[in-house]
DNA sequence: CGATATTTGGTATGGTCCATAACAATTATC
DNA sequence: GATAATTGTTATGGACCATACCAAATATCG
């Protein structure tokens, strides 16, 4: 597959390597067949992923939130209390590259590290009150202008069983 | 969201932080609460993503080929005698990324570059005989390993609705 | 107890992918 | 025929991902 996240200089859709086809009388080079990759569910799933990540940092853009430290403050404000190597690794983000991230969230006023008293190697994530009132906000963006979208285009029913179907691939693929 | 390519040194899930999880007696840490992770759009879509291209990876591996290059190759033979920005574009990799990627294919003898006689400026990009006859035996391998997965996961018709639906977000978020 | 192994957070580093600027050669435009 | 636009390309920087390694703290076990 491949699909990068700013397709060309040309509009929206990657899918038109011509210039502003309209049905005007230029001698267009007519479109390209996509033939079997919209088939390909790989072709499809990041085409996809790429699009609702880029509406997702749209929407809280006056957060400043991009979508992996989004879910960072979700699991530790979920899990208060929980070291780095446990939410990391329960994220899927490899603890050295945790590091820079939680620097950042910290450096924000949105989370801290706490040393343990029980285990003096670990650090415990806690939500600033700050970090708890932006996360808050971006729930309420998140909600209704992003996810909200896709019950407007795929109704409530059909978004329930496409995130139902991810999850399944996702946990059994 | 966030999801990384190799969950770190556990098991294939991420979503469990601690060892060796059963139902032994350990004073184990309790495993963490998702929450409202799970119902988030890009993070399960993320997931599903990594899970899709990994398996992907695996099924072709004897043929070295990556779902980008795979693309390529299925663009090229859709359609043959373009030249390199409407093929790049169209799967929405820029133009200088895409050089790398051609010089890639070329130095395998999957494809080649030909000086386009009308225009001198162009590429005109051709599958060599034995690009061909890798794609061939591509297809095979993800028709036969890839994609009769989902269908033994999901069914054909919820397979066909999920293309679907991703095809709708992508073109329609 | 004390030696050894393990765990935790962290640094350093390299790879891959993505994006922008700039350039020479060629072609289009006026 | 001068200027603008296009094509492939290089160079470069950023973001993300992965591995090796380290010191401090803890666990394990003789």
Do not use: W
């Not at 945790?98 to 590290?113: G, K």
């Not at 996810?147 to 059994?172: F, P, S, T, V």
Request: contains cysteine.
């Amino acid at each position: 597959m491949t699909v990068s996240k700013t397709a060309e200089k040309s509009s929206g859709k990657p899918a038109d390597a011509a210039k502003g086809r309209k049905d005007a009388g230029e001698p267009q080079a007519e479109a390209l067949q996509l033939g079997e990759l919209s088939e390909q569910l790989g072709y499809v799933l990041k085409r996809a992923q790429l699009k609702v990540f880029e509406n997702f940092l749209r929407c809280v853009a006056s957060l400043q939130l991009t979508p992996a430290q989004f879910s960072v403050l979700l699991l530790v404000e979920k899990n208060p209390g929980r070291n780095q190597t446990e939410i990391a690794s329960t994220l899927g983000i490899l603890r050295p590259n945790f590091v820079a991230m939680l620097d950042n969230l910290e450096s924000r006023d949105l989370c801290t590290r706490i040393r343990s008293t029980n285990d003096r190697r670990s650090h415990i994530l806690v939500l600033t009150d700050k970090g708890k009132a932006v996360l808050a906000r971006a729930k309420k963006l998140v909600a209704t202008k992003h996810e909200a979208r896709l019950n407007d285009l795929l109704g409530q029913a059909n978004r329930e069983a496409l995130l139902a179907m991810l999850a399944k691939i996702a946990n059994e693929f």
